[in-house]
């Protein structure tokens, strides 16, 4: 990123609540089937057919407004969002534009910048769209088993400054729907997806750049890369004096790049209108207060739990509690661990590597790991070989202990047998010895790495270092 410029970034992320039954008819929500077996006249839209809004819709609205931090309104409408296109054949769609179940919200963040209070301007509910199925020889089929699937649509303040600081958004809010049950967001399902809404402006500016709007994305992965891309771009334009267009784009996958789909510069008249088939939305102080009683610890209380509990910094609690399976597991282990801060890394910095926080679901069992953290700490092997003892777990079911002995990674303690191993390694090493020996500590390094080099990498690293300091003297 250029040191010049300041990215400024807002979400909007639509989450697919886990009602069973749609928003405005009893048809079934669930994913996939067979085309066109979940709907009916009013999921359609067949003239003459009355929605009637699910009330269990609302519930989820207000459990994801309480987990935001938000408040929640006592009276609410819902509108038509008029567009035209094929998979709505109402040419509207049943939101709400002024008077959202849900606003003047906030979560907080941990990237490593540090600590951040991101804004949430507001939470409404909506209906989903059906779905266009382009097949060859056939031309375009509509499939009406996703149109009315509730939808609740997460505003944020553009108080994000970086894709870093995207992420960490994403991941808290996720898991935040995830602990409260108001989605289980399989994001490869689309029960999780993101428009960002990214512009560019030199630092220290007060007035915000012109903004692109990226559509759909519904990957990490692909959120990263579009801003990516994005950032480069208009930062580029800016460089040129070219003027950046206020417009919709999309993100390819295939080439990394965003394109565009269509300006702004009409189509942002959707002309909402109270919809008159539908009842106002009142929600009594009450009713918020029964549900707010019924939330599940949330992920900040978690949070809160492990710094306290666990002796854990504020970045690794964060980093655990992102997704629930990550805390359950990490929780399981915790209890036969003698050391949690070693837990935490290995899990954070290991396993991490191997699958991602969205899908963590580990081959081996929360005893494995605690056992292979409790050899850590008794020192019976040393941190490369609880990598591979990992990599190995990944692949193969057999236990830390038949590993270690297996793959014969047990750590070598014994000062004389080291002793012996590093007067060798000291032998072929004069120009580190001497250079060590002027004052300059990293040659030490290269020592260090040569007994590991003989040991196979199973000698005790800090005793490797206190014998070389003491023969060195
Ligand atoms: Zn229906």
Redesign the pocket.
């Given at each position: 990123m250029n040191k010049k410029f300041e990215t400024v970034i807002g979400l909007e992320v639509h989450v697919e609540l886990g009602s069973k039954?749609?928003i405005?008819?009893?048809?079934s929500t669930e994913f996939g089937g067979e085309p066109n077996t979940?709907?009916?006249?009013?999921?359609?839209g067949l003239p003459g057919a009355l929605p009637v809004l699910n009330e269990e819709v609302v519930n989820y609205g207000i459990r994801a407004g309480l987990a935001t931090n938000c408040q929640i309104t006592n009276i609410g409408k819902q509108d038509r969002k008029h567009y035209f296109y094929p998979d709505s054949s109402t040419a509207y769609q049943i939101s709400q534009d002024d008077s959202p179940l849900a606003y003047n919200g906030y979560l907080d963040i941990e990237s490593k910048g540090g600590s951040k209070r991101i804004g949430i301007t507001r939470i409404h509910i909506e209906e989903d769209a059906g779905k266009l199925v382009h097949e060859k020889g056939l031309g375009t089929l509509i499939d009406?088993n996703r149109?009315?699937v509730p939808l609740i649509e997460i505003v944020s303040e553009p108080d994000l400054r970086s894709k870093e600081e995207t992420i960490a958004y994403l991941q808290k809010l996720r898991a935040n729907m995830i602990y409260t049950d108001v989605s289980q967001c399989r994001m490869n399902q689309g029960q999780f997806r993101c428009d960002v809404n990214i512009s560019i402006r030199e630092k220290g500016a007060k007035e915000f750049g012109t903004r692109t709007e990226i559509k759909n994305l519904n990957s990490f992965q692909s959120i990263m890369k579009a801003i990516e891309y994005e950032e480069k771009r208009q930062i580029d334009a800016i460089k040129k004096d070219e003027i950046i267009m206020q417009e919709t784009r999309g993100f390819s996958q295939e080439t990394g790049k965003t394109y565009s789909l269509r300006d702004k510069e009409n189509s942002d008249d959707y002309r909402f209108l109270p919809d008159p088939d539908l009842m106002p939305i009142v929600i009594e102080k009450e009713m918020i207060e029964n549900i707010r009683k019924k939330l599940p610890e949330l992920p900040d209380d978690r949070k809160s739990r492990y710094i306290k509990d666990y002796d854990l910094s504020n970045y690794d609690s964060e980093q655990l509690i992102s997704s629930i399976e990550v805390a359950d597991y990490f929780e399981k282990a915790a209890k036969d661990a003698k050391n949690t801060k070693i837990l935490a890394n290995l899990i954070i910095s290991e396993i991490f590597r191997l699958t991602s926080p969205e899908e963590f679901n580990l081959p081996f069992s929360p005893e494995y790991l605690s056992q292979l953290v409790n050899y850590l700490e008794e020192e019976k092997i040393n941190y490369n070989s609880a990598k591979k003892v990992i990599e190995i777990m990944w692949k193969e079911e057999k236990t830390p202990e038949k590993i270690i002995e297996e793959e014969n990674l047990e750590q070598i303690n014994d000062e004389k047998v080291l002793g012996d191993i590093i007067d060798e390694s000291i032998k072929t090493s004069k120009r580190a010895v001497e250079e060590y020996q002027s004052g300059k500590e990293k040659a030490l390094q290269s020592i260090i790495e040569k007994v590991m080099g003989r040991t196979k990498g199973r000698a005790n690293p800090n005793l490797v270092v206190k014998i070389l300091q003491n023969k060195l003297k």
């Open positions: 039954t749609k405005f008819c009893s048809c979940h709907c009916c006249p009013t999921c359609m009406y149109a009315g």
